[in-house]
């Protein structure tokens, strides 16, 4: 069901790029490349040059996915014991589609967290898509605003990272800058699919598990997972510690409100710390401004 | 029942305007705002967003147990979180990390410190 759906979300916005077919190729080549243009209102040669480009973004993707299967199956296995339904843990994996979000959100279900709350946690945790978009936005530009809302819903960390390596690179051939966001939408879908696919084959597994399994252990376990190896320098460190710290020392406060409080606490204290000494990255990317 | 479906609708809006605010920060330069810049202090602020949000639940989660600060050997939970910091401070890498601490768990558990 899923990859019917795909073709058919390619071709409804393939639908505005007729004015971007070259013109320069004899029409005997356009034909030898495909034999199914009778149904696609873009010519072949684009065609040939889009396909090319969205399963090289496709194939980019790969390797990240191996990582996400894991871990969208135990989301799917998490938000079940959270207690979500099975139709929620799935409508989120399509509504929020942001991995680290979702495990927050299910987590703080579970703890009968205000919703206000809950918002304000995943928007902070959320935030740092704004800045792929500023970094994707220069080479979009040229693009019809549907496209752009359509890959703004894909640009996720893994689709990000992919795409910006491919952008930045030197293109082989004049036209194919302006197929580039093909490969956006490629690495984009298939991280989509995998994304779904797994969550919801942790929903299947998630009913198989017996109860009595400490599957809650999971969440603090995956954020471990996914916060330690990224402690790069001694700033995020204090961040991460005062996060922690605070979180506990404010933890008795309603609406669990020390959540919020400890992580304001934790940037500040990052920042404050990188200011006191900026690390070798900060500083590179300043002298480049 | 009232209080379990009101408690459903929450969930449910909850996640709509939690994929609204995402899809619109995913959109904002993109389509919103251009080629503005983000301010440096914003950009050098979003750096400690993951350390500081996460660690933030992480830690009540091992170091909470029935609602007191428990940090005696007793708490298999932050033994076993401890491991899994452990593990993936030198493998980085989630699955490996989530096994080492379900299976520290266990053991942990059977052992009863």
Not at chain 1, 126 to 148: I, M
Not at chain 2, 67 to 76: A, H, P, V
């Amino acid at each position: 069901m899923l990859i019917p759906a795909c073709l058919a979300l390619t071709q409804v916005i393939s639908l505005p790029r007729v004015t971007l077919a070259p013109a320069h190729l004899p029409s005997a080549y356009h034909r030898s490349l495909s034999g199914h243009d009778e149904w696609l209102p873009i010519s072949l040669s684009t065609m040939f040059s889009a396909r090319s480009e969205f399963f090289a973004g496709i194939k980019a993707e790969m390797p990240i996915l191996l990582g996400v299967v894991p871990f969208g199956m135990i989301y799917g296995v998490l938000a079940l014991d959270a207690g979500l339904s099975a139709l929620q843990t799935q409508a989120m994996s399509f509504i929020v589609f942001a991995g680290s979000a979702q495990f927050i959100m299910a987590q703080l279900f579970a703890l009968n967290t205000p919703a206000l709350v809950i918002v304000i946690t995943a928007f902070l945790v959320n935030l740092r898509h704004g800045l792929y978009s500023a970094s994707v936005s220069p080479f979009v530009k040229h693009l019809p605003a549907r496209w752009r809302q359509v890959l703004a819903y894909f640009l996720t960390d893994e689709a990000y990272a992919v795409t910006i390596i491919h952008y930045r690179q030197k293109e082989e051939s004049p036209d194919q800058r302006r197929f580039k966001h093909w490969f956006f939408l490629g690495s984009g879908l298939a991280l989509w699919t995998t994304w779904q696919i797994s969550t919801a084959a942790g929903i299947l597994a998630g009913t198989l598990i017996p109860e009595s399994w400490p599957l809650v252990f999971f969440i603090p376990l995956t954020f471990i997972a996914l916060v330690v190896p990224n402690l790069e320098d001694w700033p995020s460190v204090l961040a991460a510690l005062t996060g922690g710290v605070i979180s506990i020392l404010a933890f008795d406060l309603p609406f669990r409100l020390g959540l919020i409080i400890a992580s304001f606490a934790g940037i500040a204290a990052g920042m404050l710390a990188e200011s006191l000494r900026p690390s070798p990255k900060i500083r590179r990317i300043e002298s480049e401004n | 029942m009232v209080g379990l479906i009101s408690n459903d609708v929450s969930i449910w809006l909850t996640m709509l305007v939690v994929g609204v605010f995402t899809y619109a920060t995913r959109l904002s330069f993109i389509l919103i705002f251009g080629q503005r810049e983000i301010p440096a202090r914003l950009r050098q602020a979003l750096r400690f967003v993951p350390p500081a949000v996460l660690t933030a639940i992480i830690f009540p989660e091992l170091l909470i147990r029935d609602g007191e600060i428990d940090l005696s050997l007793g708490n298999e939970w932050l033994l076993a979180g401890i491991t899994a910091v452990i593990v993936a401070w030198f493998s980085k890498n989630v699955v490996a990390t989530i096994f080492a601490g379900m299976v520290a768990l266990i053991l942990f558990e059977i052992a009863g410190f």
